[in-house]
Antibody, heavy 115, light 111 residues
Framework: QVQLVQSGAEMKKPGASVKISCKTS????????IHWVRQAPGQGLEWMGM????????GHAQKFQDRFTMTTDTSTGTVYMQLRGLRYDDTAVYYC????????WGQGTLVTVSA | QSVLTQPPSVSGAPGQRVTISCVGS?????????VHWFQQLPGTAPKLLIY???KRPSGVPDRFSDSKSGTSASLAITGLQADDEADYYC???????????FGGGTKVTVL
């Protein structure tokens, strides 16, 4: 069955970076791109970006352009996202989701930014 | 301020029909982009309710249906049940932002 399994919760200090993984299984990962979506505590969903496994130019929200990077490992079907220069308002649950229809989601990774 | 506008809350008695609106613009829903609807139960990841093809993912009952007209879309839940209490989000693509955008979410309460 299709699964997206994310890495565990992280606690970081302001200004640090965080890298989260999303391992796909149960489908041909080459044929689907992966989105990243985050949700701050008590807030709604916010799209961050998307990436394919076939080297196409990833797309990301303008808001994160300068400090957000996505990469892939085609040998394991794993997608990574890195967010740099963490701020307190980056505290959120970060999700990966399968494109194009966001039909399967990872379990979420809580990132807490605290001094 | 979300690009897609949803009512903060809707409520209904068990068995009733409720609808959730999602108002966009000519750069997203009005441009013909697909609208996705998600249900999110507390502490869990969002769950897709209906594919753009109108097919439902496995396990989603046909009590959930969607429609689209002009720059708006809506989700209808018929035969409301207690386990339908959740947050619901609409989503589409916006070509002026070159980004996927979500509505602010609607909390459904079963009275």
């Amino acid at each position: 069955q299709v699964q997206l399994v994310q890495s565990g919760a992280e606690m970081k200090k302001p200004g640090a970076s965080v890298k989260i993984s999303c391992k796909t299984s149960g489908y041909n990962f080459i044929s689907h791109y992966i989105h990243w979506v985050r949700q701050a505590p008590g807030q709604g969903l916010e799209w961050m970006g998307m990436i394919t496994f076939v080297g196409e130019t990833p797309g990301h929200a303008q808001k994160f352009q300068d400090r957000f990077t996505m990469t892939t490992d085609t040998s394991t079907g794993t997608v990574y996202m890195q967010l740099r220069g963490l701020r307190y308002d980056d505290t959120a649950v970060y999700y990966c989701a399968r494109g194009p229809s966001f039909d399967f989601w990872g379990q979420g990774t809580l990132v807490t930014v605290s001094a | 301020q979300s690009v897609l506008t949803q009512p903060p809350s809707v409520s209904g008695a068990p068995g009733q029909r409720v609808t959730i609106s999602c108002v966009g613009s000519s750069s997203n829903i009005g441009a013909g982009y697909d609208v996705h609807w998600f249900q999110q139960l507390p502490g869990t990841a969002p769950k897709l309710l209906i594919y753009p093809s109108k097919k439902r993912p496995s396990g989603v009952p046909d009590r959930f249906s969607d429609s689209k007209s002009g720059t708006s879309a809506s989700l209808a839940i018929t035969g409301l049940q207690a386990d339908d209490e959740a947050d619901y989000y609409c989503q589409s693509y916006d070509n002026s932002l070159s980004a996927w955008v979500f509505g602010g979410g609607t909390k459904v309460t079963v009275l």
